[in-house]
């Protein structure tokens, strides 16, 4: 009979949200995502409590929450040790650093064929096994976190970057030739403009990545404070609403970080038939 209330409700919205699904306007569409959220919730917090699941084993939101109110001055330290230190800086300097290295590999030949293999080796090297290195060589805090973003966006930044500096045709380039166009030129004004999406999409799949780098860097020496140091401690602490509440903190920064650079894709690549609605 326990179950009875579980399968009610997930049945309920499961009908509410097949019903919104029939119209396809932005209201309804942003229903059904709230609903199916709201709903893996209270199904959630239904079966800790109904089945007696010890918080050691999987907390109830209801804990998370109440431990993420109260442990709100940690997770903010943490936020701007890992996220803001550690995280966005690694990205902005990996994605610069591939941007750069992106335009010199297109103007020579030999980096292109002897860059990219070995890029492409690298970006292979698991997080575990360069991430303990890197903190060796740059000390504990937030500079050795940063320097494992910038390994981890770096490539795949560079690998979009060089498929979109191809973009163009020959037809294009030739028209630019015609108008005696030199190669920067040429870059900036039609070039640069035709990789944007392709950079762009390098820079989304890359917040992520970010995140996890920063945090999984962390495990391997860190400050006494910080998102990966903290989970590391709550967990041999058996305080696993924290380690639930460090987790929200991460996934709502990195929902947050994906979104402003979708924004700002769509503001940049506005004429891409991709933004078109």
């Known amino acids: 009979m326990t179950a009875l209330p579980i399968i009610a409700v997930w049945l309920s919205a499961w009908g509410l949200n097949a019903w919104l699904a029939r119209f396809d306007t932005r209201l309804t569409r942003l229903l059904v995502a709230l609903i199916f959220g709201a709903t893996i919730l209270i199904l959630w917090e239904m079966i800790v409590r109904a089945y007696g699941v010890p918080s050691v084993i999987l907390p109830a939101p209801s804990q998370i929450w109440a431990s993420f109110m109260a442990n709100t001055s940690i997770l903010w330290v943490d936020f701007v040790q890992t996220i803001l230190k550690g995280a966005l800086t690694g990205w902005v300097m990996g994605a610069l650093a591939a941007i750069a290295t992106a335009i010199l590999i297109d103007r020579?030949?030999?980096?292109?064929?002897g860059l990219l293999p070995i890029a492409n080796f690298v970006a292979a090297l698991p997080i575990v096994g360069i991430a303990p290195i890197l903190v060796m060589w740059f000390g504990f805090d937030w500079q050795s976190k940063a320097a494992v973003v910038v390994v981890m966006v770096f490539f795949p930044i560079l690998v979009n970057m060089v498929a979109g500096l191809a973009a163009t045709d020959a037809m294009q380039r030739d028209l630019m030739a015609t108008w005696s166009a030199g190669y920067w030129q040429s870059l900036w004004k039609m070039r640069m403009p035709a990789a944007m999406p392709f950079l762009f999409n390098g820079l989304k799949i890359t917040t992520t990545l970010a995140l996890i780098g920063a945090i999984v860097a962390e495990f391997f020496g860190s400050p006494t404070r910080g998102m990966g140091?903290?989970?590391?401690?709550?967990?041999?602490?058996l305080d696993l609403p924290l380690v639930w509440a460090e987790i929200l903190v991460a996934a709502i920064a990195g929902s947050l970080f994906y979104g402003i650079v979708a924004l700002i894709e769509k503001r940049v690549t506005f004429w891409h038939p991709s933004q078109r609605k």
């Open 108 to 113: 020579s030949p030999f980096l292109q064929r």
């Open 229 to 237: 140091f903290r989970i590391s401690t709550a967990v041999g602490q």
